[in-house]
């Protein structure tokens, strides 16, 4: 780890790491960002996934498709290695930028079902009773990522609203944090489901995974 420089995802530029072997970790939510991997100082890495890609550009407007496109050649030309995390994003981009075909991999995210079972349930639903006043035999249900617009967390909310009808006992627990986390909070109270929504914020992994194995 000591290797690695994370960029927070305001970051404008990279810093210049000297020695020419410190790697950049970078999340590329907005899409301007992808200018950290200009620098030529160090190896990067490029990592995206379409749908995600898509979604983005059209929570940014169609006047910024240009921008996100040429930002996009730029980042896969200038990295040594491109990891598409889904079979569609990886048909894409091969399709976009044939000449930079052979450095990409496709390289699927996924769960490790192995940390949930490490984990006693029942101590799990005491963390949650003795944080937040969820009873044992609450329906509780929980996401887990970026409050921002490709997210849809708004249409979370609004299903939410609807299973409190059929499921009255449950609650909704929403882990991380974004631009929208103020705007979700009003949605929350304006369908009526605040007392029955938490906001719990950043959470560290070893949290979250105590929160989601709760979770029904």
């Not at 970078?26 to 996934?49: G, L, M």
């Not at 799990?124 to 937040?132: T, V």
């Not at 499921?167 to 909704?172: G, N, Q, R, T």
Request: glycine fraction near 6%; charge should be positive; charged fraction near 20%.
């Amino acid at each position: 780890p000591s290797r690695f420089v994370t960029r927070p995802s305001n970051a404008r530029r990279a810093p210049r790491t000297g020695e020419g072997r410190t790697p950049i970790i970078t999340n590329v939510n907005e899409y301007q960002v992808a200018i950290s991997v200009f620098a030529k100082s160090c190896p990067t890495i490029f990592v995206s996934h379409v749908s995600n890609h898509i979604s983005a550009i059209k929570a940014m407007g169609t006047r910024n498709y240009i921008l996100v496109r040429f930002f996009d050649y730029l980042a896969v030309s200038s990295a040594c290695l491109v990891i598409l995390v889904s079979a569609q994003a990886h048909s894409v981009f091969t399709q976009r930028f044939p000449f930079h075909a052979a450095k990409m991999v496709y390289l699927p995210t996924f769960v490790d079902d192995r940390l949930f079972e490490r984990i006693d349930k029942g101590l799990a639903r005491d963390i949650l009773k003795q944080e937040f006043g969820i009873d044992s035999g609450t329906f509780v249900v929980s996401y887990a990522g970026r409050l921002s617009q490709e997210k849809r967390v708004d249409l979370g909310l609004t299903a939410f609203a609807e299973f409190l009808r059929l499921v009255p006992d449950s609650f909704f627990l929403i882990l991380g944090s974004g631009p929208l986390e103020h705007s979700l909070k009003d949605l929350a109270m304006q369908l009526g489901i605040g007392r029955k929504v938490r906001f719990v914020g950043d959470c560290e992994h070893s949290r979250t995974v105590q929160f989601l194995a709760a979770s029904n």
